[in-house]
């Protein structure tokens, strides 16, 4: 199924080596994969190449809000633009609704690069977060599968973006990372490059093609196992509430992501 998505991804590019990364030169990349979020007004996303992550269990973090499938929740805007949006809602015994997609079984990759031109929203509770999970997590669990937290902020703490990985004996509160603050303004007042590169044993963060981060097997806790040489899926999603964000303030809602683009390189023979 991935070589298929690959070339018929790359049939519809047209060229490997379009649109390099920030920062990069364009031969020491090929574009494997993108999704530039071309839909209509008010249109659902690509199921060629997302599916959504439907329910309000709390996800494992005590997130109050239910993911759906619904365009008031996922949609894109009509001008180029992937609008995922919390609001205060009842629905299923949650009291917020939101949204949470998934490349999972449509597309998973190895080693490269992945970035997200991204606006994130803010306020007390908001939680938005662009990541990655091992393409093995059916099978194995997490986190043995792997994490790798690309963007992940705190609605209260706006100016500042997590980089973490979570694995074997180093998960949740003990998951290894790094943070980028802004020197002026917050990430909620402009699209901002979220990207990571993965090598084999190397895993690099970077905003604005400022690298922030890197990671080897030097970095993890003594004894611990490197989990992130296998393939990935790639998730977006808003979160409201939980334990890893404050109170949520309901003057923060609605609460919109903006997505202008996810793209997908490996690096050029």
Request: proline fraction near 4%.
């Amino acid at each position: 199924m991935r070589a298929a998505l690959l070339a018929t991804s790359l049939a519809a590019l047209g060229c490997t080596n379009a649109k390099a990364p920030v920062g990069s030169e364009a031969s020491a990349w090929s574009l494997v994969w993108s999704d530039e979020f071309d839909g209509a007004e008010q249109a659902p996303i690509d199921d060629d190449s997302w599916q959504h992550d439907i329910g309000g269990d709390g996800w494992g973090n005590d997130q109050l809000e239910y993911n759906t499938d619904s365009t008031d929740n996922v949609r894109t805007d009509g001008r180029g633009v992937l609008e995922i949006v919390a609001r205060e809602q009842s629905y299923e015994g949650n009291d917020y609704t939101s949204g949470r997609i998934k490349t999972q079984d449509r597309f998973e990759f190895g080693y490269g690069r992945v970035e997200a031109n991204i606006k994130v929203p803010k306020g007390s509770g908001i939680w938005p977060a662009f990541w990655l999970l091992g393409a093995d997590f059916e099978e194995v669990g997490w986190p043995s599968c792997g994490e790798i937290d690309i963007l992940e902020l705190q609605g209260e703490n706006p100016a500042t973006s997590l980089g973490t990985v979570h694995g074997p004996d180093y998960s949740g509160a003990a998951g290894v990372g790094a943070t980028y603050t802004l020197d002026e303004g917050d990430f909620s007042d402009d699209y901002h490059l979220f990207a990571v590169d993965i090598d084999p044993g190397h895993i690099a963060w970077s905003i604005d093609g400022e690298v922030f981060h890197t990671l080897t097997q030097a970095d993890l806790p003594a004894g611990s196992t490197w989990v992130f040489d296998g393939e990935w899926f790639i998730i977006l999603n808003v979160a409201v509430g939980g334990h890893f964000v404050g109170e949520v303030d309901e003057d923060a809602l609605p609460a919109y992501m903006q997505v202008d683009y996810v793209r997908v390189y490996e690096r050029a023979e």
